[in-house]
Structure formats: structure tokens, C-alpha cells
């Protein structure tokens, strides 16, 4: 099977380019499917419970914050703790998807320079890697539905609408903070201290209601709208239309920036990491 | 049938990193030309107006002395550098075989990198099953394939390396150095592979300071010097135009015509 590449650097074919290389990316999954599941045992190498020291670690969390949270916040135990695991495990694949957007292409400097693949792989693999500890962090979740026998109904099902928004979101978040990243390095440490204070000003831990006043700073964060579409499913709400609308407007543009910011620097990426 | 086209590629590098003033030093010592400096960044020319072809049964060598700009060629013609300006048409599969180290996951075992390396080269999880025991073979690491390839030493790993990248039947194989650094069995096999590689036809581009490597592997030679192209021919009279003009470097280089189309 003779393939053919052509690099000109004429302008024109930018687009076309980029768009084979996440097309070619998409339609060889096996690669990111590997890479990222590699990704995740290495972390855990040699150690006896593997992988799930994620589970385990957010299991710690949600069992802690659940008890100091819904005395703070006056909730009831049975509503707040199903809120909150579900709450923490879509905010930690939202955090770990825009960490790993600025490490997409940094991570993999040795692999970019020596074999010729797709770099569109590497967005498809962050985006994996973190699909594969929402698996994991999942356990968690459906423990404490049995914990409080709570069965969320059919709306469930809307939750992976949501989740296929927000790993749009996070290829999106690849390709903007992923070629910037290569080319400024100071970014991944400004997002990863930006996201960690945007996790106390976003409706994770409290909800929106124990506010005394509606704040812009929640009505205008995106995140709370792509953390909500998949969080309420998951404890038996069904979201707003008005939800799904900011959802998915968001997730073009982002989409739209982010493919722009690809075919325009996607030539250089090798250059840079 | 497989073939490179390269058209008066340039590649200059941008470096953004500090400490002009010493690198410009450096860099005007030995290897590309510093084509701007402006107080904020430097931009080393690495490839200026290169054109060559390549076709099927050649076995190009690549000669130059340190910073000429080979390697950078090399992953031009792997498709990993997109030349600035230029054109650069690639028919075929191509392996590329670098620097070793880069690019092979340590904490993985030898078998997840046979399949790493396999997928990135393009190959199906299909065709690897099907080759993995060869690969394994022509390797001889045995049951250290089962460990992480961390615990392996460098000639390991190139055993590795080069197992999948000439398993794949590459239709354009490119290395870079490297093949010297293991020892004289495996230089006999490899040299086996590289033959049968040759054999079916395909493109071979190798970047060596070995003159023995290069007159053994090669039929056609390219000489790059601060990354122009300054001769292009057969292997042995590029041998000894290179070393002429190594001696006559201080009189202002080569003085061969250039012989390219």
C-alpha cells in the first residue's frame, strides 16, 4: 500500500492537511487506544492495586468532603454526597483533559521527531487517557448510588451526550493549549494554577442555590454548563435546554478556534516541542 | 514504486531560548548560518534551497560534517520536518530509524514496544501478531522482552529498534548513525536485513561519519555543507571530494561542481 505525502509549503493545503492528519489519526484508533491505556499503568508500575489508586483516592475524597460540605452547607447527606461524587469525577476529567491539552504534543517531544504519524494521535490519546480514569472514577460513583439506593431513571442516558461534549471540548482544548504549549512553554504551568482556582469558583463542591445572590462568575464559566449537562443525568435531573444550547455553542466554538490554531501551526509543532 | 522528490526545501529553525550571543558563537563556528537575529529570537538556517531525487534501488549516503544539516534532512524525508519553503513528495512506506533512545517507552516492556512502534510505523495490530515472533527472533532478547525496556542496554534497544522498523518492509528505510553501536553479530544480521531490504527494491537514505559504512551500504552519496547541497554523485567520488574538501575547508571549502539536475 504506497502512500503518497506531500509537503509544499504553500498555504492552501493547511486545512486539507489538518484535517487528514485528525481524519487519518481518527480512523487508526488502535495507537491511541494503546498509548493511552500504557499512559495510565505506568503511572501505577510495580504498585499492587494499579490503576485504582484513582478509584480509591477519590473514593477518600468524596467520603470526606461529604461529611464536612453537607454540615458547611446545611445539605442533606443522601442528596449531597451522589451530587458530589458525580460532581468531583466530571471536574477531574474536565481538569485532567486541559492539563493533558497543554502536554499533548510536549509529552511526546522523542516520538514526534522520530516517527512520521498523525500528531492528530496525540489529542486522541489525551482525551483517552482520561476517558479511561473517568472508567475508573465511575466506581465510585455507582457505589454511592447503591450507598443511597438512588437510581437515576432514564435520564442517565443523556450523561453520554454530555461526556461526548466535553471529549469534543478536550481534542478542542488539545489543539489550542497543545500548540501553544509547544511553542510558550511558561502555559502549562499558568493553565494548571488557573484550573485549580477555577475549581473553587465552579459548582463542584456547592451548588449554585447556596449563593445568596446569582454571581457572573458562575453564570458565565462554561465549564459549569458542561460539568452540569453530565452531572445532572447522573444523579436523575434532566438539564435545562438552555444548558444543552450554551453546551454545544460552546463546544463549536472551541471546536472552531482550536481547528484554526491546528491547520495553522500543526507544520511547526515539530519544530517547537 | 518508491521514490522521494525533495524541491528547493528550506528549513531554518527558530531557537527561542536565551543567550543569543553565545550561540551565535557557536553556530558560526560549525553547523547552519544564523540567517536573522533580532533581539528577541534566532533563526538558524538548517537546509537552503535543497533539491534532489531518489528513486527505487538507490542507496543514498548522507555526508557532512557536524551541524551541516543531515538530520534534519533525514526527517525531512520522513515527513516529520514540513520544509518552510519548498516541496517535498515522499511515494512509499517510510521507517525511519534515528536516534534510538527517543521515542521508545522506557517503562514499557520490549513487546509493548514492538507494538508501539509497530502501530506508529503504520503497521495493523493484525500485522504485528503475525510478525511479532520474527521480530522477537531477529532481536535475540529473549525473555528480556518481558521487562521494561529501562533495563536494557543501548544495543538492546537499537536490536529493537531495528527489528521493527525492517520488519515492516519498509519501501523507504532512512537511518540515521547509530547501526555502528552494537556489536559485530548484530552488524552482520542487520547488514543481512539492509540487503534484503535493498533487495526488494526499496529506498535507502543513511547518515554516517563512517566512510567504510557509507562505501559498504551505499551506491549514491549527497554532500551537504552549512545546509546547501554542494555535491551529489556516486558514492566514492563523494567520498573523496569530501575528504578534499575537508582539507581544503580553510580555503574556502568545496570547489566540485554542483552535479545535481
Excluded at chain 1, 35 to 40: P, R, Y
Excluded at chain 2, 93 to 104: E, H, N, Q, T, Y
Aim: a positive charge; charged letters at 20%; aromatic letters at 10%.
Amino acid at each position: 500500500m504506497p502512500t503518497i505525502v506531500v509537503h509544499t509549503a504553500r498555504s492552501e493545503f493547511r486545512i486539507r492537511r489538518a484535517f487528514r492528519d485528525i481524519v487519518s489519526a481518527t480512523l487508526h484508533p488502535h495507537l491511541w487506544l494503546v498509548l493511552g491505556w500504557l499512559e495510565v499503568k505506568q503511572k501505577y508500575r510495580r504498585s499492587k492495586i494499579g490503576p485504582f489508586w484513582i478509584t480509591l483516592s477519590l473514593g477518600i475524597m468524596v467520603a470526606a468532603l461529604g461529611v464536612v460540605y453537607s454540615r458547611l452547607l446545611d445539605a442533606e447527606p443522601r442528596d449531597y454526597i451522589p451530587s458530589l461524587a458525580a460532581g468531583l469525577i466530571i471536574w477531574q476529567l474536565i481538569a485532567g483533559l486541559i492539563n493533558d491539552g497543554c502536554t499533548a504534543f510536549l509529552a511526546f517531544d522523542g516520538v514526534i521527531k522520530q516517527l512520521p504519524a498523525p500528531l492528530g494521535v496525540h489529542l486522541l490519546r489525551a482525551v483517552w487517557r482520561n476517558f479511561i480514569i473517568l472508567g475508573h472514577n465511575m466506581i465510585v460513583y455507582i457505589l454511592v448510588m447503591l450507598i443511597y439506593l438512588k437510581n437515576p431513571g432514564l435520564v442517565f442516558f443523556l450523561a453520554p451526550v454530555g461526556l461526548a461534549l466535553i471529549a469534543l471540548n478536550g481534542a478542542a482544548c488539545g489543539m489550542i493549549l497543545g500548540v501553544l504549549s509547544a511553542r510558550f512553554r511558561d502555559i502549562p504551568p499558568i493553565v494548571s494554577n488557573a484550573v485549580q482556582l477555577i475549581f473553587f469558583i465552579t459548582p463542584v463542591l456547592w451548588r449554585p442555590e447556596n449563593l445568596k445572590s446569582r454571581v457572573w462568575v458562575v453564570d458565565w464559566n462554561p465549564l459549569y454548563y458542561l460539568l452540569e449537562i453530565v452531572r445532572r443525568p447522573l444523579v436523575g435531573e434532566s438539564p435545562p435546554l438552555s444548558f444543552w444550547a450554551i453546551a454545544i455553542g460552546f463546544t463549536i466554538a472551541s471546536l472552531a478556534v482550536g481547528f484554526s490554531l491546528f491547520a495553522r501551526f500543526r507544520g511547526r509543532v515539530a519544530y517547537w516541542v | 514504486m518508491p521514490s522521494i522528490s525533495v524541491q528547493h526545501v528550506d528549513v531554518s529553525f527558530p531557537i527561542y531560548e536565551g543567550a543569543q550571543r553565545s550561540l551565535r558563537h557557536i553556530m558560526t563556528n560549525a553547523g547552519g548560518r544564523i540567517a536573522s537575529v533580532t533581539h528577541r529570537r534566532v533563526v538558524v538556517e538548517a537546509l537552503k534551497d535543497v533539491s534532489f531525487d531518489v528513486h527505487r534501488g538507490d542507496r543514498l549516503a548522507i555526508l557532512g560534517h557536524n551541524g551541516a544539516g543531515k538530520t534534519t534532512l533525514l526527517r525531512v524525508l520522513a515527513g516529520i520536518y514540513e520544509p518552510l519553503r519548498g516541496q517535498v513528495a515522499i511515494e512509499g512506506r517510510v521507517a525511519p530509524l534515528f536516534d534510538i533512545s527517543l521515542g521508545m517507552d522506557l517503562d514499557a516492556t520490549g513487546y509493548e514496544n514492538i507494538r508501539i512502534r509497530g502501530l506508529y510505523l503504520g503497521m495493523t495490530e493484525a500485522e504485528i501478531s503475525t510478525q511479532i515472533g520474527e521480530i522477537a527472533e531477529f532481536t535475540e532478547l529473549g525473555e528480556f522482552l518481558h521487562l521494561p525496556t529501562r533495563t536494557y542496554s543501548l544495543g538492546m534497544r537499537t536490536r529493537l529498534a531495528f527489528g521493527v522498523s525492517t520488519c515492516i518492509t519498509p519501501d523507504i528505510l532512512l537511518l540515521d548513525e547509530g547501526i555502528g553501536a552494537v556489536d559485530a553479530n548484530f552488524v552482520e544480521k542487520a547488514d543481512a536485513r539492509l540487503n534484503a531490504l535493498i533487495e526488494r527494491s526499496g529506498v535507502m537514505v543513511l547518515v554516517s561519519h563512517s566512510m567504510s559504512l557509507l562505501r559498504r551500504f551505499c551506491n549514491k552519496a549527497l554532500v551537504l555543507e552549512h545546509g546547501s547541497v554542494v555535491f551529489i554523485g556516486s558514492i566514492d567520488e563523494a567520498v573523496s571530494a569530501y575528504t578534499h574538501g575537508h582539507e581544503r575547508a580553510s580555503e574556502g571549502g568545496l570547489t566540485r561542481p554542483l552535479s545535481s539536475h
